[in-house]
């Protein structure tokens, strides 16, 4: 009907609109998306899958790409006594943080779910270390820690006690550097817990209450089972980031080396001193392969986690009915 | 086998308040006790880094700070090695241009994964959340390989920017929130009314965006300034950031604590300031992402 009144210049502008919106409908979504893809394959993807090719060479940081080696890499840091303590170590550590910190997070979170006079007070006081970098804590808590002088062996020597060789044994340097992490990440744990607590529908609790279930009864068959999803993200996550760890025993010491006898020493640390360390790095082809082994055991851990998690939270599920 | 391990005397004490979900005095003890258990250490490092060399093999802890901590901030600004200024400077670089790139391209991605159909979307969208669980030690030889040999970059901050640029967390989290937040009729009244595209993006994708990217910039921030090992690895001692420095500080032939506890603080402080001012939202961005987590 109007396009009777439209003269021939008019219709040709709107079907080259047409055209252009078409397009411009057509393509937007994956130009909006293409900065991040190209970054990333730049900067993520080319790395991760180059990594694979340099373990399989003889690949030093002068002299470049040398022989292929197949396997050899991989052959050589399982034969090394100081991949087997840092995984041992990293292990350890990992454990020492994470079980501490997913508890005393639960307890928190679940203190703070309470109607609590100046909330958002709280819940910043709790976020404070997150905000201070991991060198910092470490450098701190090595202090604290210190053998000789430090304020906790100055405490325990009050109370009668021994001091501890916190930098010179192998338990006591776990905990030290287990406890900077728990410091970090336990309000920030919390926070998360809270929120998925927060979630939860009052009714449920109500329910509970009027089949006469005790509080104690609800926490554990209600507000537990109801985390599972929450408590697999931050047993996850603090997996990945457990098995990596670095910056803090990397700081524990002057050196970097994990102490005399590779008591600390972590794999993202033994990664570190086979590509880049001062005596003896620059070892690309071992660093990969290193890295490779890692990824490898943080996926395996990773999955253990998963089924471990989803059957015990399950298994809450089912007692709590 | 973690909850069972919960004291008793706390969840008797949480089963009774919760009839009322009023805290008790306990509660608010305990709150108390755990925050201080958080501050302590930043004390602690004040108490240090205000005393004097001696401070720290006294046998009796002075439990109020002393008079130096202007000496030992001096001293580590003025360390030649270090290079405190410096590393403060290509910190706050390094930390806003990184997070002013990542809300951008995140929010853009975001908002195309949320409210646009395009064919591969969802493939894409599984494939960025499956790279988050690859640790960031994998692809580091080559990336060193890359920014050193073949671009020439090892020692600039270039180096430590370009790898950041983009994150799948952000791309994530814009997604996450554009999906919930942004009605579609919005986007097609705009689309009816004849804008374009990118006009439609501009004026109804970011503004609905806003709350989520400035949480985004917070994290982003934060993290890139406490970032550590690739900084560690690229950057040499002449051009750091803050905890490239804070490093630097401790390998010194002498560790006099004061003052690397001094050079501890100062590097905290800019992040205390952020967190005093923009703490609530960091809050409120953690507990909105637990909840999609």
């Known amino acids: 009907m109007t396009t009777a009144l439209l003269d021939d210049r008019q219709v040709r502008r709107i079907a080259f609109g047409n055209r252009l919106s078409h397009w411009d409908f057509k393509l ?18 080319f790395p991760i899958l180059y990594t694979a090719y340099v373990s399989v060479y003889d690949w030093h940081i002068i002299g470049g790409q040398g022989d292929f080696v197949g396997l050899g890499n991989f052959e050589w840091v399982l034969g090394q006594e100081k991949f087997w303590l840092a995984l041992r170590n990293s292990f350890s550590i990992f454990l020492l943080s994470a079980i501490p910190q997913v508890i005393f997070a639960l307890i928190i979170a679940a203190v703070l779910s309470d109607n609590l006079r100046a909330k958002t007070f709280w819940r910043m006081g709790v976020l404070v270390p997150y905000v201070v970098a991991p060198v910092a804590v ?32 192998v338990v006591p340097s776990h905990l030290a550097i287990a406890t900077m992490v728990n410091f970090r990440w336990t309000g920030y744990n919390a926070l998360i817990f809270l929120a998925a607590m927060q979630a939860i529908p009052r009714d449920y609790y109500e329910a509970a209450m009027l089949d006469g279930a005790t509080k104690l009864r609800q926490f554990f068959s209600i507000t537990i089972p109801s985390l599972r999803p929450t408590l697999i993200f931050v047993i996850i996550t603090s997996t990945i980031g457990g098995l990596q760890i670095f910056d803090e025993p990397r700081m524990y010491d002057q050196s970097g080396q994990g102490g005399a006898s590779a008591q600390w020493l972590t794999i993202t640390m033994f990664i570190y001193n086979q590509g880049f360390g001062q005596t003896g790095g620059g070892q690309f082809g071992h660093a990969a392969a290193a890295a490779w082994l890692l990824f490898i055991i943080i996926i395996v851990v990773g999955l253990i986690n998963l089924a471990a998690t989803r059957a015990i939270a399950s298994a809450g599920t089912r007692n709590g009915k | 086998m973690t909850t069972t391990q919960a004291p008793g005397w706390y969840t008797r004490r949480k089963a009774k308040s919760a009839a009322t979900n009023k805290p008790g005095i306990l509660g608010y003890a305990f709150l108390t006790v755990v925050i201080l258990g958080a501050l302590f250490p930043l004390y602690w490092s004040f108490l240090i880094g205000s005393g004097d060399s001696s401070t720290i093999t006294k046998q009796d802890i002075d439990w109020l700070p002393g008079g130096n901590f202007l000496k030992n901030a001096a001293a580590v600004i003025n360390e030649p090695s270090v290079g405190f200024w410096k590393a403060f400077t290509n910190s706050i670089i390094v930390s806003t241009v990184v997070s002013a790139s990542v809300v951008l391209f995140s929010t853009l991605a975001g908002y195309a994964f949320a409210k646009l159909k395009f064919k591969g979307s969802r493939g894409m969208l599984l494939f960025i959340i499956a790279t988050m669980a690859v640790p960031t030690q994998l692809g580091i030889v080559p990336l060193f390989i890359a920014m050193s040999q073949w671009f020439h970059l ?27 937040s942004l009605p579609d009729e919005l986007i097609e009244a705009a689309r009816v009314d004849g804008a374009s595209m990118i006009r439609t993006f501009w004026h109804v994708g970011l503004p609905a965006a806003r709350p989520a990217a400035s949480m985004l910039a917070l994290f982003t921030f934060v993290a890139t300034w406490t970032n ?11 051009n750091p950031t803050l905890p490239v420095a804070l490093s630097l500080l401790q390998s010194n032939y002498f560790v006099d604590y004061s003052i690397v ?31 999609k987590g």
């Open chain 2, 228 to 238: 550590f090992f690739w900084p560690f690895i690229i950057l040499d001692s002449n």
């Open chain 1, 138 to 169: 470490a450098l701190i808590f090595s202090n604290m820690f210190g053998d000789q002088y430090g304020l906790i062996n100055n405490l325990l020597g009050r109370i009668g006690l021994d001091p501890v060789g916190w930098h010179s044994q």
């Open chain 2, 261 to 291: 506890l001094a050079g501890v603080l100062l590097s905290t402080i800019p992040l205390l300031i952020l967190f005093a001012v923009a703490g609530k939202q960091l809050v409120s961005g953690i507990m909105q992402g637990a909840i």
């Open chain 1, 28 to 45: 937007s979504p994956y130009l909006y998306v293409s900065p991040f893809f190209i970054l990333f394959a730049l900067t993520g993807l």
């Open chain 2, 154 to 180: 090892s020692g600039t901050l270039l180096a430590v920017i370009i790898p950041a640029l983009v994150t799948a967390f952000g791309v994530f989290w814009m997604t996450q929130y554009l999906t919930q």
